[in-house]
């Protein structure tokens, strides 16, 4: 296996919650916990979780915009957090659920692509030929370059976005929700764009989404979030065909399916019921034991430890044993130390 372009050890974010006039700090919120995983150049891996898991956050901790609270983001091999690490920051870039973040509405749309172009100080010629080049690469037409955001419709605003994050010549791409505020039929034409664009310039991407469906024809690997922790991680194949923790069961469960075949071959697990819990307010033991249907008394106790299925694919739950994505009957489960 190639060298890790990229390496997220131990990664935590606990935010303060303030109160009150003089914004005293009232307690704190553990938005993401002991999150580790890594990519190797040119893969895309998947990070799926409902809204509150942390998912977002965690990007927004690998493109440098918000400060994690514990844990290191290493970039080929450098410590984003080191002069050298944020030297290659450049090499990171993003692309938002809502395209208006990195499109200014004031700016045509060649002028929003020419903003990491004019930050490395490229002559005026160089930059109008880079803008036509990254117009072509998302399949815009050219005369968009004049063009204002108000002008394009939400896909086309997209393409412009993923154009310039482009610009700046990125290594890794971190996709936070990129179609989700999408028609479907859209949102189908984007990641086929994103398919395109991996293959031809080499990248590497970070899918952040709460929709699985999407990640299957995308993404390598998958890592399931939960309140702030990664709860499975594993291949494509092994999260669609044996996912192992219940909660991943439930989600893979609920996706749509268009054949009685595919139908015949998904988990048969009860709809998840009850809300996710605050993540102000973490349930002790397994977080997900308050909407687990198999939860039994050591689960509300003790937090799991991560159980290896099969070759990079691993599950926190107490049911689970190594090399067995099969969840065992509560009698065959001992208590640490016990
Ligand atoms: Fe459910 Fe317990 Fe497994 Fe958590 S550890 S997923 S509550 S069975």
Redo the contacts with the bound molecule.
């Keep these: 296996m190639s060298e890790p372009l990229l390496e997220v050890i131990g990664l935590g974010k606990t935010f303060a919650v303030r109160g009150g006039l003089l914004g005293t700090v009232r307690g704190e919120v553990k938005a993401v916990g002991d999150v580790s995983f890594s990519l190797s150049k040119g893969e895309a891996f998947g990070l799926a979780g409902e809204s509150g898991s942390g998912k977002s956050t965690i990007a927004r901790m690998i493109v440098g915009l918000t400060a994690p609270s514990a844990g290191a983001i290493l970039f080929e091999g450098s410590d984003l957090a080191s002069p050298q690490g944020v030297a290659s920051r450049r090499a990171i870039q993003m692309v938002f659920q809502n395209p208006g973040s990195s499109l200014n509405p004031r700016r045509s749309i060649g002028q929003s692509i020419a903003v990491p172009l004019e930050a490395r100080k490229l002559g005026r010629a160089h930059i109008e030929r880079r803008v036509a080049r990254l117009l072509d690469l998302v399949q815009l037409p050219a005369d968009f370059r004049v063009r204002y955001p108000y002008e394009l419709s939400g896909g086309q605003k997209q393409r412009a976005a993923i154009a310039r994050a482009l610009a700046a010549e990125p290594k890794l791409l971190v996709l936070d929700e990129p179609t989700s505020a999408l028609d479907v039929s859209v949102q189908a034409k984007i990641i086929e764009l994103l398919i395109e664009l991996g293959r031809s310039l080499g990248l590497t991407y970070v899918f952040i989404s709460h929709d699985l469906s999407l990640m299957r024809n995308f993404v390598s690997r998958v890592g399931v979030l939960y309140l702030g922790r990664l709860?499975e991680v594993g291949s494509v194949a092994r999260i669609f065909d044996a996912p192992a923790?219940?909660?991943t069961r439930s989600l893979i469960a609920s996706v749509p399916v268009i054949s009685d075949a595919e139908q015949a071959m998904k988990p048969k697990e009860p709809i998840l019921e009850g809300e996710v819990p605050s993540p102000a307010n973490l349930p002790k033991g397994?977080a997900?034991?308050t909407r687990?249907p198999?939860?039994?008394a050591?689960?509300a106790e003790i937090f799991?430890d991560a159980v290896a299925l099969d070759v990079d694919h691993f599950a926190?739950?107490?049911?689970l044993a190594p090399g067995e994505s099969r969840?065992r009957d509560t009698a065959a489960v001992r208590a640490p130390g016990a």
């Design positions: 709860i923790h219940p909660y397994c997900f034991h687990c198999y939860a039994f050591l689960c799991p926190r739950c107490h049911l969840l």
